[in-house]
């Protein structure tokens, strides 16, 4: 962040449209006192509870553990009461609005119940206030219409409410004063009910925009070509999830030849397992994968790549890239036995082909030597995305946007400009 | 995508310092780091006994690589060592901690020791050699592919596995030996027939009476082979990604399983071929208890040599050094000494490693910033 000044005052709703992070420069208040410089327990004792995008909760553990972790009820001072937590749970949940049995596991809750979770536990702590990040990503619209009654709920008592937000439909739905951050430095604050979105985006883009764009459906133009039996085609998949539940159920669909296929949906509700089956990362449990009319339901990565299916995973960091591996060498990856002859790699070849890539995807900085870790996110982004088979024609992309949070990912860069 | 900028092809790389450059820093300071942490505690513990460190340090050097003989039993001892380092090491390098190097060492010992008694009185080395190797590699490599496979087919965790298989087959070569192989009075078999290793005394006179032999050299070929296969061939490429990342790995269309059952049987086979520098090299005969805890002391090589097939080399010739050397100022300090700074080394860059990275991470943001 360059230089942010972000004042809320006690109940509003107010929404900043950025990140935080420890400050280099400037101070930092809370009610008045300077807090500059402290640590998580300090920002815990003075009242602000942070409610993370990535939730923070143990699986295993029950809501009511998980809520009193790090400061639990005890009997006869050592044994942990888990009555009294239980109990404490109850009461604030009827409190707040925010419904939840204090005896089921983390593990068994739904995403929306989890965060609901997520809120309790600040405002266990004591929280008065309070910073959502990005919030609503990972809820379907009911769960978000229940997310702002009991924000709603939580401001008229009193609580102070920051909401990290890059959706300009929830900023004005709910706030009360807005902060625009472009750049890490504020540009704007407004007060909600004397804006109106395409002043919001125009600051936080810096430029008119043309809101409506992006929503309008597209009418298909392009003739699709009607090769039957041509492209990916799903018969009747199911996949059975870690925890043996049914996560893909009975799928089944097309894609020919020069189509590009959607699949929306909330993050959890079984999209990943269904990219992973696709690219032969998981067990199927029933039906049919197969690639121009050709079976690969049960081939293995290597042999789906070969038959033309290339991947651009979810998790660039967990699955994506080798992090220590070279540049070079990471856009080799899943390529290994093109680039080897009797399995010895052919060290030239390989930077050869990193050169033609790097200038190709336009790869920053231009050093195929370079450990993939000591690159930026979209940089990393690139390398992923260089990296496909030469031959390949199905690509299933999970989730890009996510990829590259904080820093446009390049084909929007590319739009926007 | 197409291209925005402008080719870079013929163009040299950007003007950041060359990533081997990087790589050499932050593979050899945490080690060295380490060892001056050790150096102090050593001073500090000599001092204990009232005895002036410059003084037990400089016997150190004499009894060590001061003369011929120390040199060559700390190239002796360095051998085993080298051998059961990148067996470690080579598990490590896929994510694998295999802990069954002590009985993985004696099992190739006593395949060694059973094909040079089989082999008729004098076959040529040139022959017995590679037969003895291979019996010493293939009975490691059983030994090792049993957690290997337990692993991939059950999940079984391959530390509890190699731990417990160490007592398993170290109690059945014990039995094979006490009941059925040993020459009487003895814990050891005869001696071999064919496969006796020259030592380094037979061509330079000068080492006479240490027990370093030409095992030597292939603990170093050994190691060559190793680098090759980990940074040069396709299967180092898999195992090495298997290692660091498998999640990516397996995205890469890697075998995750395969590279597991390939790294332990071969950590397995080169932890086995290790036997031959004692068996071959110097008694001649398999001893019950021969490996006398260089399997395990190989974990702390791999460790200090950073699972860099070469680094492993020095690591071993260093902890040779520590073990030769506590003979050398016995008189001076209890050899004991010696094992508590290999503890402190150990220990040290356990803990060097990971903070000195970290420093020289910072360090190299801020002069790019």
Known sequence: ?????????????????????????????????????????????????????????????????????????????????????????RKLSSETGLVIEPERLISDLSVGEAQRVEILKVLFRGARILVLDEPTAVLSPPEVRELWTVLRRLRDNGDTIVLITHRLDEVVDLSDTITVMRAG?????????????????????????????????????????????????????????????????????????????????????????????????????????????????????????????????????????????????????????????????????????????????????????????????????KVVVARRCRCDRVHPPAAPRRTSRGESNPPRQRRAQ | MTASSAPIRGQKFSSAPPAWREHAEEA?????????????????????????????????LEGTWGNAYGFGQVLYKATTLAFTGLAVSFGLRAGLFNIG??????????????????????????????????????????????????????????????????????????????GHLHVPETLHTPEIHAGVLPRLSDINPTFHGSAANLALIVAILV??????????????????????????????????????LRALTFSGVIAGMGGINYVLGYKH?????????????????ALVGRNHPFGVLLAAFFFATLSQGGLAIHAFVPKQMMDVLQGVVIIAVAMSVPEVTRVLRSARRRSDA
């Open chain 1, 1 to 89: 962040m360059e230089s942010t000044n972000l004042s809320v005052p006690s109940e509003p709703i107010g929404a900043p449209l950025g990140g935080l992070m420890k400050p280099d420069a400037g101070k930092v208040e809370v009610n008045g006192r300077d807090v500059t410089g402290w640590s998580t327990n300090d920002a815990i004792a003075a009242g602000i509870g942070i409610v993370h995008q990535h939730f923070m909760l143990v699986p295993t553990l029950s809501v009511a553990e998980n809520l009193v972790l790090g400061c639990e009820p005890k009997a006869r001072g050592i044994v942990l009461d888990y009555d009294q937590a239980a109990q404490d749970v």
């Open chain 1, 185 to 381: 430095q504020t540009v704007a604050r407004l007060k909600t009910a004397e804006t109106n979105p395409a002043e919001i985006a125009r600051l936080m883009v810096g430029r008119e925009v043309s809101l409506s764009a992006g929503k309008r459906v597209q009418p298909l133009t392009r003739a699709v070509r009607a090769d039957a039996g041509k492209g990916l085609s799903i018969q009747n998949l199911s996949v059975t999830g870690s925890r043996g539940i049914r996560v893909v159920d009975d799928v089944s669909f097309n894609v020919k030849p020069g189509e590009i296929l959607g699949i929306a949906g909330v993050e959890g509700n079984g999209q990943t397992e269904l990219i992973e089956t696709i690219a032969g990362l998981r067990a199927v449990a029933k039906g049919q994968i197969s690639i121009d009319g050709v079976e690969i339901t049960r081939r293995s990565v290597a042999n789906r790549h070969d038959a033309g299916l290339s991947h651009i995973p979810e998790d660039r960091h967990r699955r994506g890239l080798i992090m220590e591996y070279t540049v070079g060498d990471n856009l080799i990856l899943g390529l290994q036995k093109h680039f080897s002859e009797n399995g010895i790699i052919d060290r030239s070849r390989v930077m050869e082909h990193a050169m033609e890539e790097i200038s190709t995807f336009d790869i920053r900085p231009p050093n195929p030597l370079l450990a993939a870790r000591t690159l930026s996110g979209g940089n990393q982004q």
């Open chain 2, 28 to 60: 050899l300071i945490p080690p060295l780091v380490a060892l001056l942490v050790a150096l102090i505690c050593g001073d500090l513990l000599i001092l204990s006994y009232g005895q002036s460190p410059a003084a037990v340090y400089r016997l150190l």
């Open chain 2, 101 to 178: 190097g002590e009985s993985q060492l004696a099992a190739g010992g006593f395949a060694a020791a059973l094909t040079g008694l089989a082999l008729p009185v004098g076959t040529p080395l040139i022959l017995a050699l590679p037969l003895c190797m291979i019996a010493a590699g293939f009975a490691g490599g059983v030994v090792g592919a049993v957690p290997a496979y337990l692993k991939t087919r059950f999940g079984a965790h391959e530390v509890i596995v190699t731990i417990m298989l160490n007592f398993i087959v170290l109690a059945l070569l014990n039995w094979f030996i006490a």
């Open chain 2, 223 to 260: 190691a060559v082979a190793v680098w090759f296969y980990l940074f040069r061939a396709r299967g180092g490429y898999d195992l090495r990604a298997v290692g660091l990342q498998p999640d990516a790995a397996e995205y890469g269309g890697i075998s995750v399983g395969r590279v597991w």
């Open chain 2, 285 to 301: 005969y398999y001893e019950d208890g021969f490996a006398s805890g260089a399997g395990f002391l190989g974990i702390a090589v």
